[in-house]
């Protein structure tokens, strides 16, 4: 990985913008000095860069393996979804072409039909479960996508909102609407395990608002988040599509019952936006924090040069380096001569590195190396004997403490109240979520929106139904359901 | 996976079209009966279904290894390649953009500067590497993308040219014209043998002819494969840029002689083609034959229904697969009542299975399993005990032997003549590669195209210079060139 390196090793990592300050340029700082991701010559497009990368290749191994042991395969379908097909379902198209790519011209010749490029797939999918499914003996098709998409976006930012994406998405067809239920809240239990085991950030799962359900779904779930700066990040979507594109595509099955019958359809994603998540989720002023399963580096070991430290510390920083390595530890050994220990400790903070090592000739001396957290920032010595299995406990320990702290930081940004106006008054400052109870109408939804910015994230599944009437138009409310301004 | 099953077991796999009889057919009957890949509703470009991809995934896997443990790292670079960056290396925007697709409308906006959709990446990572690059010491830079990419094609064939394809792409600056030159073997080098070693298909590594170069290259080396039909196949390219797109996008540096010097690049590529030369290196009338390292089931586990099998076979073959499977074995067990062994043994054998175990209640009292190989169709029985070290050395001797009988068949097909009406003849049938001096010159190589079909491979390294005069002209010839009717 290149680094563009400051001439003077005097010149520590500084300017980044203080959350408090500004959380939005803090955000913006810490994507480009960690070199996750730079902005491109194409607007709204970003350029993901090998640091950033190497967190969605583990992103990607982590759920790819969950996807398999539930039964998905991959497959790969075009890029390309010929206008015809993105019409055949009347609200998918109507919240989806607005946001489309055209291509209108292929080498020199002008396309007879022009051809979007796939802001989701449903449609050029549907059109192939047709051909393939003829009997329920072909269900379940369990079928996920690794792949890019578009979607014209007026304003963006690196990661979590890009005109290009990267993302998963999950297309699965069944015999019985109660499978594609079952399939569909499957799902989203798996997003959220992942999210709280693999990145450390709680989600609250439940229900979209009908006004925020995917176009074309017939209902839709997510996972939502909660940022540092009290707003919250949908995370993940998974929709139970009924048998909306079943009908518009005619994907039809013969039955145990020898009737014809339209299959029911599920699709679910997760994005690169997973990686904006992380960032606000756990990073602070010195810069990213990485939760230990999803960082490149899960240790650096910086040599502390003093005397004939090439001779003494280098070989055995090299040496645990390589057991650690050897026992599965993802490690950088930064012997860099040019750069001072001090440059070095601020650099790796900044790139959030869950754990520092420092080797210098007393730690070889006592047998031990010096170990700092990035998440607590505690420091201890801990003895080279059995150092793997040390480490390889104290990653577990900051994964778990991240989670917990989170989880805390979610607790005390979260309030419930029956009255608009304190609602109002929480939504002026960082709001972070408010339950309040909802009597499911559009109209108060939007009004509160209008009013507030404020929108419904979700209803989470299984909370208590409301005893107080609806926040804003005072008619008896029927659920409970979670605010914040939101990305 | 979603298998069409035909109504009655007798229904065996037939309708592959013989070889001899239509090659090409034989080719398309394959890679639909194996469920490889199938048209979809957009010209040109095909569905990757998931047997299909779970090779890709194998292959995106072992290569992805290899160019990580020789210090490259993955990003993330634009689909979208607007006109201008295009047309900034001229050899360059001649060799693509009769091949562009183009968008020229995002959402209801016409663009002001239509887009490309990427045929390739180094005019959008020429950009970056501009910004990134300063100094000797941020070089070399080592990064590979695993992308889609689309080239708008006439005549298209699945995995083998197709309007959209997934590849890798791999992109390095450097220091100097001898560290590029070194990266651009170093690689050829790479897919040589992970072509040989993972696919079992032989390769004639060497450099393209001028006009057979990379559009913006100083020089072209490719890898050059024999199918069945005696055609040759690029399997993979690797290009030293010299400083031309460096020049065309000012990717400049401070050397450590404090001068400010242009960097040195190249780029290299493999696609889905290689699946393509899977199949047409290995498979016979009876469909695919997958090589071990690549064959998404290594192994198929075929129980033989006789008697109380469900209580007495059943176990035990679950019991096996669960041994092979932990000792890092693909395995499928086929125990669907729906059809009869003989059906399974057709349906495995045209899917490549590299082997199948058979298990009876005769097997069970002799305490073996019956394993028939699907390359050389031998028989044998093994004894369960010791079973995973047996049925490994099995797979890996059928690796090796695959990749020998691909070479054989390579030898038979490859001649060496002087003689330009000897040339005219062996090209006339099935004919393989055949070795012939030539003078390098543009004219000959286009007359000989013209009136043969035959194209010039590559010049592999170190190949002795001829002494006979060119082939076409007469004139002295310079080189010994690697000539065939491709693909």
Redesign the interface.
Known sequence: ?????PQSSDAFVTEITPQSTDFSRWYLDIVRKAELA?Y???KG??????YG??I??LIQQQLDQRFKATGH??????????ES?LLKEADHVEGFA???????????EELDE??A?RPTSET?IG??YQ?????W???P?L?NQW??V?R?EKVTRPFLRT??F?WQEGHTAHETEAEAEEETRKILALYKEFAENVLAMPVVDGQKSSSEKFAGASRTYSIEALMGDGRALQAGTSHNLGQNFAKAFEIQFQGRDKTLQHVWTTSWGVSTRLIGGVIMTHGDDSGLILPPRVAPWQVVIVPIPRGNWQETVLPKCQEIRDQLTAAGIRVRLDADE?QTPGWKFAEYEMRGVPLRLEIGPKDIEKASVFAARRDTRAKQSIPMEGLPAAITALLDEIQVNLLARARQFREEHTSTTDSYEEFQRIMEGRPGFVIAPWCESDACEAAIKAETQATIRNIPFGSAPPTAPCLKCGQPATVSAWFAKSY
Chains 1, 2 share one sequence.
């Open positions: 990985m290149s680094k563009q390196k730079d491109s010559p194409v497009c970003m350029v993901i860069r090998p990368y190497a969605w290749e395969v991959n497959a790969y379908f075009p890029l390309f979804v010929p097909l607005p946001q489309v790519a055209w291509v209108t011209k292929g080498g020199t022009r051809l490029i050029i059109v192939m051909k393939w499914i003829q009997s003996r072909d269900l098709v079928i792949a890019n578009v014209w005109t290009e990267l040019s």
